[in-house]
Antibody, heavy 121, light 107 residues
Framework: DVQLEESGGGLVQPGGSLKLSCAVS????????MSWVRQAPGKGLEWVST????????YYADSVKGRFTISRDNSKNTLYLQMNSLRAEDTALYYC??????????????WGQGTLVSVSS | EIVLTQSPATLSLSPGERATLSCRAS??????LAWYQQKPGQAPRLLIY???NRATGIPARFSGIGSATDFTLTINSPVPEDSAVYYC?????????FGGGTKVEIK
């Protein structure tokens, strides 16, 4: 069974930093692009960032570019999202998601349950 | 950025009454459109990819059609468990974008 488990969320002050992790199992992690997608409370889905399978290509939403960094450790089957200079509008449930086909970057057929990030003073 | 506009915002139907959801793109995206279903407290679930292909395990009552700027998700003979928010998402151009969602109530 494919499993994705996010961790690292929490309450942080504006301007602070957090690093999210997503531990995966049940598939060959190094074969698949991975992404972070977030959902503000009561709102819709927003794509945040994507990394290619080997990690040599990364993509970011304009809203997080320059502040967030996606990375992966294929030896540890783990995806990361380093979030710096956090703002109130970054408050959301952050999902990690696996692409459904190894030749693509999206869409996503497996999702974690999310980790909640709250940015507030 | 490609904007996806979903309509209607809310759809209330009786079981067995066909549901038709629309997603319109601000520019042509070919058939690079996916549909997701999200129930309260759950992660999204991939229903349709590349406009018309059902994902693994998705019931045949879900179907998608469209190309360029106009796309439709149809739920034939929906059941109460199909009550959820449905999102479209494009992969034609970066940044990837989602529509605002359509809330479907089957009761």
């Amino acid at each position: 069974d494919v499993q994705l488990e996010e961790s690292g969320g929490g309450l942080v002050q504006p301007g602070g930093s957090l690093k999210l992790s997503c531990a995966v199992s049940g598939f060959t992690f190094s074969d698949y692009a991975m992404s972070w997608v977030r959902q503000a409370p009561g709102k819709g889905l927003e794509w945040v960032s994507t990394t290619s399978a080997p990690g040599d290509a990364t993509y970011y939403a304009d809203s997080v570019k320059g502040r967030f960094t996606i990375s992966r450790d294929n030896s540890k089957n783990t995806l990361y999202l380093q979030m710096n200079s956090l703002r109130a509008e970054d408050t959301a449930l952050y999902y990690c998601a696996k692409v459904f086909r190894s030749t693509l970057l999206t869409p996503w057929d497996s999702w974690g349950q999310g980790t909640l990030v709250s940015v507030s003073s | 950025e490609i904007v996806l506009t979903q309509s209607p915002a809310t759809l209330s139907l009786s079981p067995g009454e066909r549901a038709t959801l629309s997603c319109r793109a601000s520019q042509s995206i070919g058939t690079y459109l996916a549909w997701y279903q999200q129930k309260p407290g759950q992660a999204p679930r991939l229903l349709i990819y590349d406009a018309s292909n059902r994902a693994t395990g998705i019931p045949a009552r879900f179907s998608g059609i469209g190309s360029a700027t106009d796309f439709t998700l149809t739920i034939n003979s929906p059941v109460p468990e199909d009550s959820a928010v449905y999102y479209c998402q494009q992969r034609a151009k970066w940044p990837l974008t989602f529509g605002g969602g359509t809330k479907v109530e089957i009761k």
